[in-house]
């Protein structure tokens, strides 16, 4: 009884913030889809030949300036835009020659507003912990829920729509949907937590791999100059043939090297977690890091993001995480509409006592 209540009563706490997760994430998943749609230049394939792209990449470090370029997500064979990502939360699409297609501040974007919904809540860090603490919530109720039913799993039906709007009928349906996309919504919701709080997470996963603490890595240094791209590129293929390139960024502060980022066959993550750090001064590689040799508690911890954001799996998954977000959305809100319209028992009268 005390189990039901709590599952209750914190479903209807939770219930509207549960719901803009699921539906925004549940939007997200068709993001690039949607970009398709309204930009030509996305449907056109991007060459990652450091030939070709090098000089892109100076064009758009040379147009943007270094100070406020944050770093440029690069397009690939699928789609034909880089985004690049200023400093101040403003973005802008570029196509395979180096032209920018659409620019915007902070939240100046449709798919934008809704990516900073969904990860900060439009409240920075803070509505990034809050988030955080909705994905836990939602394991929680994931797993209080399938407890309470568990007694009438009898009555169970694939049914995701009731019967009518009646309440009986309308808590069915909250059961039926719950146990059908139980385990998708914990592993989306507890990914989703994992991403917030990153540091707990990596330390059980240490102690729960048996991985030994690793040594801090020294911090390099780079001189001042621009970043040759196109010798980036050429480096980065040479020290990790069949990888390709996913992220650019020039240095982030003085006496920081510039990096990319690659993504290497067997790497689950869509932007990978390899990286070439180059120095700006010489345009030769300071440092790289094997995303495929990371420790054990790592590459599990790396491969928390895309089974969250649907990065792997296909169309499938991709249907998969919709639907999964669109549930979370109706189990909080239909789940609330019910406890809400819970009835009242109504008082007994006393029978008056015989004088």
Partial sequence: ?????????????LSLLIAV???????LVFK????RAVFPEAREAVSLAPETLGPVLGRIEATYGPEGLQYVSLGDAHFGLHKAVFRDGGGAYIDRSGETVARWAKNGRAEDWLFDLHHYLLAGNTGKLIAGVAGGAAVILAITGLIIVWPTLRMFAWRVWPKSALRRDLLAQHRDLGV??????????FTGFAMVYSGPVRAVLKVVTLTPAEAPSARLAAGPGTTDWTATLAAAQEAFPGAYPRLASPPRSEG?????????????HQNGRTYVLMDPATNRPLATEDGRALSRADRVFNALYPLHSAGIGGR???LLSFLTGLSLTVLGLAGTWTFLRKP?????KKPALAA
């Fill in 256 to 268: 920081a090297p510039a990096s990319l980022r690659l993504r290497q066959p067997g790497e689950w």
């Fill in 32 to 35: 690039k889809d949607y970009l």
């Fill in 21 to 27: 997760l699921g539906l925004s994430g549940s939007l």
């Fill in 316 to 318: 499938l998954y991709d």
């Fill in 344 to 348: 009242r028992r109504k008082r007994r």
């Fill in 180 to 189: 059908i996309f139980a385990l998708p919504i914990i592993l989306i919701a």
């Fill in 1 to 13: 009884m005390f189990l039901r209540t709590a599952h209750a009563w914190a479903g209807a706490v």
